[in-house]
């Protein structure tokens, strides 16, 4: 059983496209993420949510909405999709918002904006 | 695991021999280090970790030495082996922050069979 799952595992759409990325966990964890990895690579964090909260919100703009039904489930929204947006998207989860606790990762979307 | 322009600094090695991946940190307030691995179109794996308080932890052939005073942490594997071959990140968690991991830039490990 996968831990951490997300669909699609791959988009591709046209810019000015809106788009859902679906996010579960079946870790019984509280908390969960996004993260976004550019083309060289980079991992850097948009969004966490802990117990359906939003606890952190990175420099991410506007058209990004992250919802979380549940404790189980992230989704991320993107609206008006531009070419920059073109990235691996992971979703992350943690069983709770402490420190030290170890993130698990997705196997990533990777969101192709033409 | 320094970038150079555009490529993701790669260390390569023979099967069986040990490497040593480094990362630097730059925020003296972190005090927990992760390392993970990323294979080829999958998610980063957790592979060991390490609190502020330490200076060394050991796992199943891995190792994690932090020195605080230069703010380096490296990741020792030993007896590399072809499932080795992924890109690790090094991850530090700044104190009072809640799982805000920030990530290094990746080592792309090679390992020639």
């Known amino acids: 059983d996968t831990a951490v799952s997300q669909t699609p595992k791959y988009l591709v759409t046209q810019m000015g496209n809106d788009k859902s990325i679906k996010c579960e966990q079946n870790?019984?964890?509280?908390?969960m993420y996004w993260y976004k990895q550019d083309s060289k690579k980079f991992l850097k964090i948009m969004f966490s949510y802990n117990n359906k909260e939003l606890i952190i919100n990175e420099t991410v703009p506007n058209r990004f909405s992250p919802k979380s039904p549940d404790k189980a489930h992230l989704n991320l929204h993107i609206n008006s999709l531009e070419l920059g947006d073109s990235a691996v998207y992971f979703c992350a989860s943690s069983l709770t918002r402490r420190h030290f606790d170890i993130q698990y990762f997705g196997a990533g979307t990777r969101l192709s904006v033409l | 695991g320094e970038s150079v322009g555009l490529h993701l600094p790669t260390l390569s090695v023979q099967e069986g021999d040990n490497s040593i991946i480094n990362c630097a940190y730059s925020?003296?307030?972190?005090?927990?280090f992760i390392w993970y691995k990323q294979e080829s179109g999958k998610g980063p794996q957790f592979i060991i970790d390490i609190r502020s308080n330490m200076d060394k932890r050991q796992g199943q052939r891995v190792t994690v030495l932090l020195n605080k005073t230069v703010k380096h942490l490296s990741l020792q594997i030993a007896a590399t082996q072809p499932g080795d071959s992924a890109v690790y990140f090094c991850?530090?968690?700044?104190?009072?922050?809640?799982?805000?991991?920030?990530f290094g830039k990746g080592t792309k490990l090679s390992v020639k069979p």
């Open positions: 870790l019984g964890h509280d908390t």
């Open positions: 991850a530090e968690n700044i104190r009072g922050s809640q799982g805000n991991l920030i």
């Open positions: 925020n003296s307030a972190s005090d927990y």
